[in-house]
T-cell receptor, first 111, second 113 residues
């Protein structure tokens, strides 16, 4: 079945890199996403990667995909206080399908 | 351009009551999806509508229903509310069915007491 797992908490010092990890169960997943949710706000799509890609970089964000291990990671370089939020890993089987979300990783920034 | 707008932003209802939540998609978007986010969990898919037709339904009881209007706005209805229905209800719109970049609204926070 479809399932997305991620650790619940991560603490990182300001200026360091944050790495948030995720595993998914459905090898048929075509699209893998990272969403950001700040307190009291909706979901913001940060980036997504197609399953035929290994890596995608967008400014401070780097997504790595290991399709063999069904492992997805999000690296945030030079973590800022504004990066404090909950980060959701998500997947969908194809373009017409629903999005399956993980429970989210709360990123806490230490001064 | 206005983003996805949802109303109301907050709502308190009593067990057994009925609730209607509303969503206006981004202008030009024809697909609307609804998600339920219980505190501490990730969003769970409820419905997807495209061109006024239901195109997907998640694992929710029949107390949950939705519709999409000719102007592509949408309503989510929940009957016989339970305490467990307390959640943030999120609406997402996209320009084509299943387009990867879905834009989410700020959500409606429903509290059932």
């Amino acid at each position: 079945g479809e399932d997305v797992e991620q650790s619940l908490f991560l603490s990182v010092r300001e200026g360091d890199s944050s790495v948030i990890n995720c595993t998914y169960t459905d090898s048929s997943s075509t699209y893998l996403y990272w969403y950001k949710q700040e307190p009291g706000a909706g979901l913001q799509l940060l980036t997504y990667i197609f399953s035929n890609m290994d890596m995608k970089q967008d400014q401070r964000l780097t997504v790595l995909l290991n399709k063999k291990d069904k492992h997805l990671s999000l690296r945030i370089a030079d973590t800022q206080t504004g990066d404090s939020a909950i980060y959701f890993c998500a997947e969908s089987l194809n373009r017409d399908d629903k999005i399956i979300f993980g429970k989210g990783t709360r990123l806490h920034i230490l001064p | 351009d206005a983003g996805v707008t949802q109303s109301p932003t907050h709502l308190i209802k009593t067990r057994g009551q009925h609730v209607t939540l509303r969503c206006s998609p981004i202008s030009g978007h024809k697909s609307v999806s609804w998600y339920q986010q219980v505190l501490g969990q990730g969003p769970q898919f409820i419905f997807q509508y495209y061109e006024k037709e239901e195109r997907g339904r998640g694992n929710f009881p029949d107390r949950f229903s939705a519709r999409q209007f000719p102007n592509y706005s949408s309503e989510l209805n929940v009957n016989a509310l339970l305490l467990g229905d307390s959640a943030l209800y999120l609406c997402a719109s996209s320009s084509l069915q299943g387009l990867t970049e879905a834009f989410f609204g700020q959500g409606t926070r429903l509290t059932v007491v």
